[in-house]
Each structure stands twice: as C-alpha cells, then as structure tokens.
C-alpha cells in the first residue's frame, strides 16, 4: 500500500508541475522555460539526499553536475533580459514557474523512483495516473477559471501529447528499474527533455537560441556521454 500511495503522490506532485509549466509556456518563450523546468534533477538529487541519504559515486557526480550546466545554460538568454519592466516581470515570473515545475518534477521522480521497484513499469504507470485524474478533476471542478472542452483540432494534439507523455513515463519506469543503484544516472539522462525541447521550439516556433544556449546544448551532451561511460 504505502508504495502504491508513493505513486499516486508523484502523479498529484506532476500534475502540479505541468500546470507551472504551462503557465511558464504561457507567459514566457518556451526555449527558456523548459530547460529550467529541466533541471529537476538538482531537487531530484537534493531529497533522495536529503530523505534517504542517496549517495553519489564521485564521478558520476562530477558528470551529473556536467548535465546540470550545460541544462542550466540553455536556460540563459540575453535576448529575453530586455530593458522594459514589462518584458521584465513577464520574464521573471516564466523563470519562477519553470522553477517551481522543477521542484515538483523533482519530488515526484522521488515518489517515482521509491515505488516503481514493487510494481513494475505498466502498473506504476496507472497508479501515477490515478494520482493525476483524482487531483486534477476536482481542481478543475472548484476552478474559479472558466474552462472548456477542447475543439476542432485540439483533441488530436492532445492525445498525441497524451500518448507520448505515457510513453515517457513508461521509459522512465523502466531505466528505474534496470539501473540498478544508479537512479540519479536516469533521473540525469532525462533531463535532456530540455534541450530537446528547445531545439523543437527553435524549428517550430522560430525561436532563436542565443550564443550561450547552444553552448549549454552541447555542454550538456557532452555531460551525458560522460555520465554513460563512468
């Protein structure tokens, strides 16, 4: 029972998280936004530490911190830092929500990652679900927010984002289970969710990236094949 609660937990703390980000996708440029939201493998880290003393070999913290750079750095951009208050408080408060969406990423990828061992992948999968559906039906039912049911097109976009979510999670659940004592290594691995988003965000919405985020792109890929052979 109690890990099956875990799971159900991390699909609430999730969905907290998709919220920010969106919020933080609303407001601000996503090629920022989502390699902050990214970098939830710092919280990730920071509570296994903190609540079960997970410790890290030395080498593969140094190319864990590699990661986080180059994720960090993607996150930089002079182009959004405009001089006039109100791209100012619009980039700050982007910058404030992909954070918050990284701590509940963070926290949930630890309620992931302390139940998926007793379960297995498919089923981890429906309780963080369950999770997900029993927080977010009544959040929107006592919602002062007027919402409506998507239209035209939108369903098809949704299920493909439905589709590939699963399909991630059920990734994640199983480099959980195949990694052995290195659950940091894939929590890492799957922080390159940033970087792939903004390269997508930069061919499909024109974003451009700036000097530094390209440096963080390859400083984080590099990171990566660090983290693989040591």
Known sequence: MYPALLDVLAGVLNVFGLMQLYRAFTIG??????????????????????????????????????VISGVVM??????????ANKAKRRTGSSVVSALTASVFFG?????????????????????VRIGAVLFAVPFLLISARKWTLP??????WLLAMAALDSSGFAALTFG????????????????????????????????RLTRIQIIGIIVLFMGVVIVLNV
Request: aromatic share 14%; hydrophobic share 50%.
């Open 151 to 156: 239209k035209d097109g939108a369903w098809k």
């Open 107 to 127: 926290a949930a990828y630890v309620c992931l990652n302390a139940g998926v061992g007793y379960f297995g992948s498919i089923l981890t999968i429906w309780f």
């Open 176 to 207: 959980y289970i195949y990694s052995g004592n290195s659950p940091a290594l894939v929590t890492t691995l799957s922080s390159l969710l940033g970087a792939v988003t903004t390269v997508l965000a930069m061919i499909v919405y024109k974003d």
């Open 29 to 66: 440029n996503m090629s920022l936004s989502a390699p902050i939201a990214g970098s939830f493998p710092i919280f990730t880290i920071l509570f296994e530490f903190v609540i079960f003393r997970q410790g890290i070999a030395p080498a593969k913290g140094i190319a864990i911190a590699i």
């Open 74 to 83: 993607t996150g930089i951009s002079s182009e959004e830092l405009s001089s």
